[in-house]
């Protein structure tokens, strides 16, 4: 048995998911999030769900908590990147990198 992926996001950020391969189910407002993630936490296929941070944060607790208890999909939240201007792109993904596989490479 195969399961799918779905991610969650905002208009703005759906093209990019797309583009990575992934199927997006947009939500256009915030306040329709608990709605889509209903929908979505209810397809039998569909084995990991990603959803944007700043839309999960507009899901109630009690429905957020039902849905991250659910053993499939697994509810996987995506925070937002956090461009402060101090760190350049390449420490960005140097981060990243780390997190991933363990240890600090280094980008030439």
Known sequence: ??????????PAAAA?????????DEVGDPRDTEA?????SAQPDLGILLV???????VP???RRVAERRAVPILIPIPKPQ???SK????????LLCRAIGYRVRLQ
């Open 88 to 95: 350049d792109g390449d420490s960005f993904i140097v981060e």
């Open 52 to 58: 944007e941070q700043a839309l999960l944060d507009a």
């Open 61 to 63: 607790e009690a429905a």
């Open 1 to 10: 048995m195969s399961s799918r992926v779905l991610v969650l996001a905002a």
């Open 16 to 24: 990019g998911f797309r583009l990575a391969g992934l199927a997006v």
């Open 36 to 40: 889509h993630l209903a929908l979505a």
């Open 83 to 85: 461009w402060d201007g």
